[in-house]
């Protein structure tokens, strides 16, 4: 059975219309919801938590229609971004917050406490006030709050977001082991697509209060549906060329790029299109490539473990990523190939072609 | 890198020795612009004659008084009145002064009413605020309206409330012989209910700019965890807002301790001294006894005594803050 189900609900706003929105969450599922800013993320959140009422379709929690669920009933617990925790309490009050509202005995609430810290290991910072904690303990303190709840699902609303690069990797990482140990439903939202992609079971693209795609983070990645998704997922972002498929239907045409698109089926020859080719799928031309397009390097920024190289194309910008560091200032200088496995194109209205 | 950061450095030229040679010659206020220092005491020092004039002097002309017998029936004139200088005798009366101490007594007794009476319907109001329902913004505009009032013209209305023939007792369905302002037992609850009704939408405006302060995520997650309307507002909102809360209270007390006009207009500190506050006795010492001395002991020592209590109350604000 499902832990969520939204059933085409659609909530109207005066400047904004989120949905209708389609989306199920299995239990013990690490579901991720991804899209750029203001796309709809919270929102979704809102419908599921009850905070929010769908003017239209429904939410099921457990299988059962929430429309008559008052927000604790539904046994969900979140975790805010700014993680809300209540500042005039200790580490210790924050955690069983939840129990104590609900009149658990102290025995009880005792022993739940002690299990939590356990896994989250937070034993010794529960005696200090939200102010006297570092990022990261406060955000084991908010996780210890929401999963003490014994609830159906916890949501995570950018929940690492506040913290710096090296702890948000640590923290996504255990995020992972504490969704596995407890075999807890997740949903976890953020607009950073390699926070969503690292942990997630699956992924929900939403655009513009859609759902544009649902999926594995890998079939999202390597199979974008549509445009939209193909330009919010990836960084660098994939490089996108505008122009038309050739009157017998066999090449995609953008100026000098000229590629093969057999095997595609559907495509819609003589029309507008567009051909997306991720950076990491453009390499150097060897000297027996054929379909070689000629590049000039306007900047390289080397990252240590890949390099990125900024280059012109047909008078149009792309970026290519390259493993490791160039050997020289003119490596991927002057001519490159695109792997034409990996090409995405897209017709007119931004649909993909060629999907399953 | 080296370079570029050398030229940084030099980039501000060196003062020719001639420029600070002129510049000397030129005196004092040649060098007031390139020194800071001098030129923030001379930024500063209107602000602090200003100061000198309106707080410094009159403290100190009020304390050099106090320790005379001086009075302008003397015909002498005030900076001479260290000819009649007492040893602080005033600061002895004052202790052992029945009617002050009675005055002081019902002043008190009135702060101790009217403002928890102001902070409950405060607190109450605030809480019925925090929602959002139709007509909000009109009754927030018709809830401040009061505290616009000139207390003199608050004191008015209820004096015209509170007649025996006047609204309040026609309402109460009470004979025109009830009498509240020249009741001994209804005269102060007359002006509990004047000054509460002015003053409950200032607590109410400070309560609600407290309880507004509390970020909506920690409301949301108290709901998602089981608490009730009344366990957030208990457990969450009101922790929170201490230090609001304690300046609201030195705030309202403080005005309270000072309560006149409307004291004035209703009952002139009738019947006999019932609704006399400290105000009032000082305004009769002042005006009708002409001991200006003694009201200078008097008023010097409240100042101190307030500005005591109202010191620990904002430093206790100010630890509990956030």
């Known amino acids: 059975m499902n832990a969520i189900s939204i059933q085409g609900a659609i909530k109207k706003y005066p400047k904004f219309t989120l949905g209708p929105i389609d989306l199920s969450v299995e239990r013990g599922e690490l579901f991720g919801i991804l899209g750029p800013p203001s796309a709809g993320k919270t929102s979704i959140l809102k419908l599921i938590l009850g905070l929010v009422k769908p003017d239209r379709g429904k939410v099921l929690i457990g299988g059962a229609n929430s429309d008559e669920m008052e927000v604790a009933e539904r046994q969900i617990s979140m ?21 104590t509202e609900r009149g658990v005995s102290s025995k009880e609430i005792a022993a739940r406490l002690d299990a939590v810290s356990d896994v989250l290991h937070v034993g010794h910072i529960l005696h200090k006030n939200p102010a006297q904690m570092s990022g990261g303990e406060r955000q084991r303190i908010a996780l210890g709050r929401a999963l003490i709840a014994d609830s159906r699902a916890i949501l995570l609303d950018e929940p690492i977001a506040a913290l710096d690069a090296r702890l948000r990797e640590e923290m996504r990482v255990e995020l992972k082991r504490l969704q596995r140990t407890n075999n807890q439903t997740f949903v976890y939202v953020s607009h950073d697509e390699e926070e969503v992609m690292a942990i997630a079971d699956r992924v929900a693209v939403v655009i513009d209060g859609r759902v544009a795609q649902v999926g594995a983070p890998d079939d ?42 057999a095997g595609i089926r559907d495509v819609p ?28 390097v306007n900047s390289i920024e080397p990252l240590g473990g890949y390099t990125i190289v900024n280059a012109t194309l047909g008078g149009q910008l792309i970026k290519i990523r390259v493993s490791g560091q160039l050997d020289g200032p003119d490596d991927h200088g002057g001519s490159v190939v695109f792997d034409e496995r990996r090409l995405h194109l897209f017709d007119s209205e931004g649909d993909r072609l060629g999907m399953e | 890198m080296t370079d570029a950061t050398a030229e940084t450095i030099t980039d501000t030229p060196a ?50 008084l106090s320790l005379t017998w001086w009075t302008p029936l003397d015909g002498v004139r005030w900076y001479r009145a260290y000819e009649s200088f007492n040893s602080g005798d005033n600061y002895a009366r004052l202790l052992t002064d029945g009617a002050l101490w009675a005055a002081l007594g019902r002043t008190v007794l009135l702060m101790a009413i009217a403002v928890p009476a102001q902070f409950l319907l405060g607190l109450g109001l605030a809480y019925l605020f925090m929602e959002q329902f139709v007509g909000r913004k009109f009754f927030y505009s018709i809830l401040l309206t009061p505290m616009m009032i000139v207390p003199a013209v608050v004191g008015l209305i209820f004096f015209l409330l ?34 509460t009704w002015q003053w409950t939408p200032l607590m109410f405006l400070i309560l609600l700019a407290g309880m507004l302060g509390v970020p ?26 201490k230090s609001v809360i304690a300046i609201a209270l030195v705030l309202r007390s403080v005005e309270c301790f000072k309560i006149f006009d409307v ?16 105000s009032l006795f000082l305004y009769k010492k002042t005006f009708a006894d002409l001991d200006w001395s003694y009201v200078a002991a008097i008023g010097l020592t409240i100042l101190f005594s307030l500005s005591l209590i109202a010191a620990r109350g904002l430093s206790y604000a100010a630890k509990r803050k956030g």
């Open chain 1, 79 to 99: 975790v805010f971004q700014n993680l809300a925790l209540f500042p005039h309490m200790s580490g210790r009050e924050n955690i069983a917050f939840p129990l």
């Open chain 2, 162 to 195: 509170f007649q025996g023939t006047g609204p309040v007792n026609d309402t109460l369905r009470l004979p025109t012989s009830f009498a509240w302002l020249t009741d001994v037992h209804r005269a102060m609850l007359a002006v509990i209910i004047a000054d």
């Open chain 1, 269 to 296: 020859a003589g029309e507008q299109g567009t051909l997306g080719i991720r950076p990491e799928d453009i390499h150097r031309a060897g000297d027996h490539a054929t379909r070689r397009f000629r590049i000039s």
């Open chain 1, 220 to 261: 999202v990645y390597n199979k974008p549906n549509s445009l939209s998704v193909a330009q919010v997922i990836g960084s660098p972002p994939m490089n996108l060329f505008q122009g038309r498929f050739s009157a017998d239907g066999r090449h995609f045409e953008c100026g000098d790029i000229v590629v093969a698109v």
């Open chain 2, 263 to 278: 004291i004035f207009v209703m009952t002139k500190g009738g019947p006999g001294v019932e609704t006399e506050t400290i």
């Open chain 2, 15 to 64: 003062e020719p020795a001639s420029a600070k040679a002129n510049r000397r010659s030129r005196g004092y206020w040649a060098g007031v612009a390139h020194d800071s220092r001098k030129l923030g005491f001379w930024f500063v020092a209107p602000a602090v004659l200003l100061l000198l004039f309106i707080v410094v002097f009159p403290l100190a002309m009020q304390l050099y």
């Open chain 2, 216 to 241: 909506a995520d920690q409301l949301t997650a108290g709901r998602l965890l089981g608490a009730s309307n009344w366990q957030n507002f208990c457990k969450i909102v009101l922790p929170r807002m």
